[in-house]
């Protein structure tokens, strides 16, 4: 049987394969999903982002460990999902248009709903107009965008803009969120919140609709 500590190398190698298998084997022992989240799995894409910037990785090495890192999320999502106590709000999220960048957009929703809050989840590559449909067909209370480029990331300001210009922004509030992004930015965009990981965005979206 594998020991936990190699999930982090299992997803930092690209190895699905042994990634599900520790994650499945640990979950069955009865591991905390979100401690194998917090403590392996997003250590390791953290380790994947830096060994990239030093060029030590390369496109194929990304894609292979995000996959990696995909099939364990599967099998902890569910669990997460478990933990949820009340419903806390209803929100909408995605990655903004023209960037297809999930993985932390995936876990902010997994960790929202295991945080009792109810996901629409729009996927990558998202238009301001089927942001601002989705909110007012789901009558959201949050929405949450999603931007891992520095090219897109002005994006989430046209998308504040529209769902301003469709009448909307009273009842939503936005969150933002991805590596580039920061506090100060999302003051400067008219962001009502921000975080830098998974589990503040649950503190944070309960605390602008005032729960929990
Ligand atoms: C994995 C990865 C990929 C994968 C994506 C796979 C997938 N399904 O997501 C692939 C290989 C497809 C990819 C493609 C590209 N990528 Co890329 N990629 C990355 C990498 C290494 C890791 C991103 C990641 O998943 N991190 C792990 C997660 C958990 O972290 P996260 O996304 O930041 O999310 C956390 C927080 O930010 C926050 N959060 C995220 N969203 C939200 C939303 C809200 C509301 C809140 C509150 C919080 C929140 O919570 C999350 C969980 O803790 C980063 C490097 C990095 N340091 O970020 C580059 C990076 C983002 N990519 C980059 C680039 C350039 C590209 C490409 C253009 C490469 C190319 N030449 O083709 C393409 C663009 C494709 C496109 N149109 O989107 C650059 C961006 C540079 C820039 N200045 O814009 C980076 C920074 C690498 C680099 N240093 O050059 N990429």
Request: aromatic share 4%; hydrophobic share 45%; net charge neutral.
């Amino acid at each position: 049987m594998s020991n936990i500590t190699e999930l982090y190398d299992a997803i930092l190698t690209g190895n699905h394969k042994k990634a599900v298998e520790i994650t499945d084997t640990a979950l069955k022992g009865g591991q905390d999903p979100k401690e194998l989240v917090d403590k392996y799995m997003i250590p390791a894409m953290d380790e994947v982002g830096r060994r990239f910037e030093a060029n030590e990785y390369f496109v194929p090495e990304l894609l292979i460990a995000a996959r990696a890192m995909k099939g364990a999320l599967n099998l902890v999502r569910p669990l997460l999902l478990a933990q949820k106590v009340a419903p806390a709000g209803r929100v909408v999220i995605g990655t903004v248009k023209g960037d297809l960048h999930d993985i932390g957009k995936n876990l902010v929703a997994a960790m929202l709903e295991g945080g009792g809050f109810e996901i629409i989840d729009l996927g990558v590559d998202v238009s301001a107009e089927k942001f601002v449909a989705a909110i007012k067909e789901k009558g959201a209370n949050v929405v949450c965008l999603s931007a891992l480029l520095t090219t897109t990331m002005p994006g989430m300001k046209d998308i504040i803009k529209a769902i301003e210009t469709a009448g909307a922004r009273k009842q939503v509030k936005v969150m933002v969120g991805g590596a580039p992004v920061t506090k100060q930015y999302a003051d400067q965009i008219g962001a009502d919140g921000f975080s830098d990981n998974a589990s503040g965005a649950v503190t944070e979206a309960r605390r602008l609709l005032g729960v929990g």
